[in-house]
Protein backbone atom coordinates (compact mmCIF):
# COMPACT_ATOMS: atom_id res chain seq x y z
CA UNK A 1 0.00 0.00 0.00
CA UNK A 2 1.81 2.88 -0.97
CA UNK A 3 0.49 5.68 0.72
CA UNK A 4 2.75 8.46 -0.95
CA UNK A 5 3.32 7.61 -4.97
CA UNK A 6 5.67 9.64 -7.41
CA UNK A 7 4.61 8.20 -10.59
CA UNK A 8 7.10 9.81 -12.78
CA UNK A 9 10.27 7.99 -12.51
CA UNK A 10 12.23 10.38 -14.27
CA UNK A 11 12.06 14.00 -15.86
CA UNK A 12 14.29 15.79 -18.05
CA UNK A 13 14.23 19.43 -18.77
CA UNK A 14 16.17 22.08 -20.27
CA UNK A 15 18.71 24.35 -18.53
CA UNK A 16 16.63 27.72 -17.61
CA UNK A 17 13.28 26.26 -17.59
CA UNK A 18 10.90 25.01 -14.82
CA UNK A 19 10.66 21.73 -13.38
CA UNK A 20 7.62 20.62 -12.29
CA UNK A 21 7.82 17.53 -9.66
CA UNK A 22 4.41 15.90 -8.73
CA UNK A 23 3.59 13.48 -5.68
CA UNK A 24 0.13 12.28 -4.78
CA UNK A 25 -0.91 10.74 -1.41
CA UNK A 26 -3.74 8.81 0.08
CA UNK A 27 -3.78 9.43 3.50
CA UNK A 28 -5.98 12.16 4.72
CA UNK A 29 -4.10 12.01 8.08
CA UNK A 30 -0.80 13.64 6.42
CA UNK A 31 -0.44 17.22 6.98
CA UNK A 32 3.13 18.01 6.92
CA UNK A 33 5.13 17.76 3.92
CA UNK A 34 9.13 17.99 2.80
CA UNK A 35 10.83 17.17 -0.29
CA UNK A 36 14.21 16.18 -0.41
CA UNK A 37 17.01 16.18 -2.70
CA UNK A 38 19.58 13.00 -3.61
CA UNK A 39 22.83 13.14 -5.18
CA UNK A 40 24.34 9.40 -5.59
CA UNK A 41 26.81 8.64 -2.82
CA UNK A 42 25.24 11.20 -0.64
CA UNK A 43 22.13 11.20 1.75
CA UNK A 44 18.98 13.21 1.50
CA UNK A 45 19.45 16.73 1.53
CA UNK A 46 16.13 18.47 3.36
CA UNK A 47 14.50 21.06 0.11
CA UNK A 48 11.77 22.43 1.36
CA UNK A 49 8.15 21.75 3.28
CA UNK A 50 4.62 23.10 3.98
CA UNK A 51 2.14 22.11 6.75
CA UNK A 52 -1.46 21.69 5.43
CA UNK A 53 -3.02 24.90 6.61
CA UNK A 54 -0.86 26.57 3.73
CA UNK A 55 -1.66 25.76 -0.10
CA UNK A 56 1.93 27.70 -1.16
CA UNK A 57 5.20 28.03 0.57
CA UNK A 58 8.37 29.42 -1.60
CA UNK A 59 12.14 29.44 -0.65
CA UNK A 60 13.85 30.79 -3.36
CA UNK A 61 13.68 29.27 -6.75
CA UNK A 62 11.65 26.44 -5.10
CA UNK A 63 7.90 26.58 -4.46
CA UNK A 64 6.06 23.64 -3.16
CA UNK A 65 2.06 23.51 -3.94
CA UNK A 66 -0.12 21.49 -2.02
CA UNK A 67 -3.52 20.53 -3.20
CA UNK A 68 -5.33 18.77 -0.34
CA UNK A 69 -8.57 18.60 -2.05
CA UNK A 70 -6.95 16.16 -4.77
CA UNK A 71 -4.24 15.21 -2.37
CA UNK A 72 -1.41 16.41 -4.21
CA UNK A 73 1.70 18.40 -4.21
CA UNK A 74 4.24 19.49 -6.26
CA UNK A 75 8.00 20.71 -6.59
CA UNK A 76 8.63 23.91 -9.43
CA UNK A 77 12.15 24.90 -9.43
CA UNK A 78 12.73 28.46 -11.24
CA UNK A 79 14.91 28.59 -13.44
CA UNK A 80 16.40 24.65 -13.33
CA UNK A 81 19.92 24.68 -12.78
CA UNK A 82 22.38 21.95 -13.98
CA UNK A 83 23.34 21.65 -10.31
CA UNK A 84 19.39 20.40 -10.02
CA UNK A 85 20.16 16.99 -11.59
CA UNK A 86 19.24 14.55 -8.44
CA UNK A 87 16.74 12.33 -7.44
CA UNK A 88 13.74 14.02 -5.61
CA UNK A 89 11.64 12.62 -3.04
CA UNK A 90 8.66 13.77 -1.64
CA UNK A 91 7.61 12.87 2.14
CA UNK A 92 4.80 12.76 4.48
CA UNK A 93 4.15 12.80 8.15
CA UNK A 94 1.54 13.94 10.69
CA UNK A 95 1.61 15.84 13.75
CA UNK A 96 0.02 13.51 15.78
CA UNK A 97 2.63 10.75 14.80
CA UNK A 98 6.35 10.17 16.22
CA UNK A 99 7.17 12.24 12.94
CA UNK A 100 7.45 9.24 10.91
CA UNK A 101 7.71 9.74 7.73
CA UNK A 102 6.68 8.21 4.49
CA UNK A 103 8.70 8.69 1.49
CA UNK A 104 7.84 8.30 -2.43
CA UNK A 105 9.53 6.58 -4.55
CA UNK A 106 11.63 9.11 -6.08
CA UNK A 107 11.75 11.13 -9.43
CA UNK A 108 15.53 11.64 -11.18
CA UNK A 109 15.60 14.96 -12.44
CA UNK A 110 17.94 15.69 -15.59
CA UNK A 111 18.74 19.41 -16.34
CA UNK A 112 20.49 19.86 -19.60
CA UNK A 113 22.20 21.92 -21.13
CA UNK B 1 25.11 20.36 7.42
CA UNK B 2 23.79 18.32 10.72
CA UNK B 3 26.55 16.54 12.52
CA UNK B 4 25.49 12.97 11.78
CA UNK B 5 28.03 10.21 10.68
CA UNK B 6 27.06 6.83 9.83
CA UNK B 7 29.85 3.81 9.89
CA UNK B 8 30.85 1.80 8.27
CA UNK B 9 30.46 3.42 4.70
CA UNK B 10 30.42 0.27 3.33
CA UNK B 11 30.16 -2.99 4.15
CA UNK B 12 30.20 -6.73 2.60
CA UNK B 13 29.22 -9.96 4.50
CA UNK B 14 28.18 -13.20 3.66
CA UNK B 15 24.17 -14.81 4.55
CA UNK B 16 23.79 -15.44 8.15
CA UNK B 17 26.46 -13.44 9.73
CA UNK B 18 25.45 -10.85 12.35
CA UNK B 19 25.52 -7.11 11.28
CA UNK B 20 25.90 -3.79 13.34
CA UNK B 21 25.31 -0.86 11.87
CA UNK B 22 26.14 2.72 14.05
CA UNK B 23 24.58 6.09 13.39
CA UNK B 24 26.73 9.05 15.50
CA UNK B 25 24.72 12.32 15.98
CA UNK B 26 26.26 15.69 17.89
CA UNK B 27 23.03 17.86 17.65
CA UNK B 28 21.93 15.95 21.27
CA UNK B 29 18.29 15.20 19.06
CA UNK B 30 15.92 13.50 20.86
CA UNK B 31 14.47 11.31 17.79
CA UNK B 32 16.97 8.88 15.54
CA UNK B 33 15.54 6.87 12.71
CA UNK B 34 16.98 4.34 10.50
CA UNK B 35 15.67 3.76 7.03
CA UNK B 36 16.76 1.49 3.75
CA UNK B 37 16.67 2.99 0.61
CA UNK B 38 15.97 0.18 -2.40
CA UNK B 39 14.97 0.75 -5.98
CA UNK B 40 11.30 1.57 -6.71
CA UNK B 41 10.41 1.73 -3.10
CA UNK B 42 12.01 5.16 -2.04
CA UNK B 43 13.33 5.29 1.21
CA UNK B 44 11.00 3.12 4.41
CA UNK B 45 11.46 3.56 7.96
CA UNK B 46 12.97 0.51 9.72
CA UNK B 47 12.77 1.65 13.39
CA UNK B 48 13.13 4.79 15.17
CA UNK B 49 14.52 6.71 18.74
CA UNK B 50 12.20 8.84 20.79
CA UNK B 51 15.12 8.61 23.87
CA UNK B 52 17.93 6.63 25.37
CA UNK B 53 16.06 3.07 26.01
CA UNK B 54 12.61 4.15 24.09
CA UNK B 55 12.56 2.46 20.62
CA UNK B 56 9.95 1.32 18.61
CA UNK B 57 9.18 -0.37 14.94
CA UNK B 58 8.54 1.28 11.66
CA UNK B 59 7.52 -0.13 8.43
CA UNK B 60 9.75 -2.65 7.71
CA UNK B 61 11.43 -3.97 10.91
CA UNK B 62 11.57 -7.61 10.61
CA UNK B 63 14.81 -8.93 10.43
CA UNK B 64 16.65 -6.06 12.61
CA UNK B 65 16.91 -4.87 16.09
CA UNK B 66 17.69 -1.11 17.39
CA UNK B 67 19.70 0.27 20.69
CA UNK B 68 20.30 3.56 22.06
CA UNK B 69 22.05 3.56 25.79
CA UNK B 70 22.98 6.81 24.80
CA UNK B 71 21.85 9.89 23.20
CA UNK B 72 24.06 10.36 20.26
CA UNK B 73 24.21 6.73 18.89
CA UNK B 74 21.81 4.22 17.70
CA UNK B 75 22.82 1.14 16.51
CA UNK B 76 21.26 -1.02 13.82
CA UNK B 77 21.80 -4.46 13.84
CA UNK B 78 20.55 -7.54 11.50
CA UNK B 79 21.10 -10.50 13.84
CA UNK B 80 21.84 -13.13 10.82
CA UNK B 81 21.92 -11.23 7.57
CA UNK B 82 19.63 -12.17 4.56
CA UNK B 83 20.26 -11.67 0.72
CA UNK B 84 16.73 -9.40 0.62
CA UNK B 85 18.87 -6.96 3.45
CA UNK B 86 21.21 -5.45 1.08
CA UNK B 87 20.23 -2.28 0.82
CA UNK B 88 21.49 1.59 1.08
CA UNK B 89 20.55 1.99 5.38
CA UNK B 90 20.53 5.71 5.98
CA UNK B 91 20.36 7.56 9.74
CA UNK B 92 18.58 10.68 10.41
CA UNK B 93 17.93 12.72 13.06
CA UNK B 94 14.98 15.56 14.19
CA UNK B 95 14.85 17.51 17.27
CA UNK B 96 11.98 16.57 18.73
CA UNK B 97 7.67 15.44 18.29
CA UNK B 98 6.21 17.74 16.14
CA UNK B 99 6.05 18.12 12.06
CA UNK B 100 9.77 18.70 12.03
CA UNK B 101 12.35 18.41 9.52
CA UNK B 102 14.56 15.00 9.43
CA UNK B 103 17.92 15.19 9.15
CA UNK B 104 19.90 12.65 7.17
CA UNK B 105 23.72 10.97 7.63
CA UNK B 106 25.28 10.09 4.61
CA UNK B 107 24.77 6.12 4.42
CA UNK B 108 25.87 2.91 4.44
CA UNK B 109 25.74 0.72 1.46
CA UNK B 110 25.27 -3.26 2.86
CA UNK B 111 25.82 -5.99 0.45
CA UNK B 112 24.98 -9.20 1.46
CA UNK B 113 26.45 -12.39 -0.32
Known amino acids: DQQVKQNSPSLSVQEGRISILNCDYTNSMFDYFLWYKKY ?24 VFLN ?6 SLHIVPSQPGDSAVYFCAASNYQGAQKLVFGQGTRLTINP | ?10 K ?4 GTPVTLRC ?4 NHRYMYWYRQDPGHGLRLIHYS ?8 GEVSDGYSVSRSKTEDF ?11 TSVYFCAISEGQ ?14 VL
Open chain 1, 40 to 63: PAEGPTFLISISSIKDKNEDGRFT
Open chain 1, 68 to 73: KSAKHL
Open chain 2, 1 to 10: DAGITQSPRH
Open chain 2, 12 to 15: VTET
Open chain 2, 24 to 27: HQTE
Open chain 2, 50 to 57: YGVKDTDK
Open chain 2, 75 to 85: LLTLESATSSQ
Open chain 2, 98 to 111: GAETQYFGPGTRLL
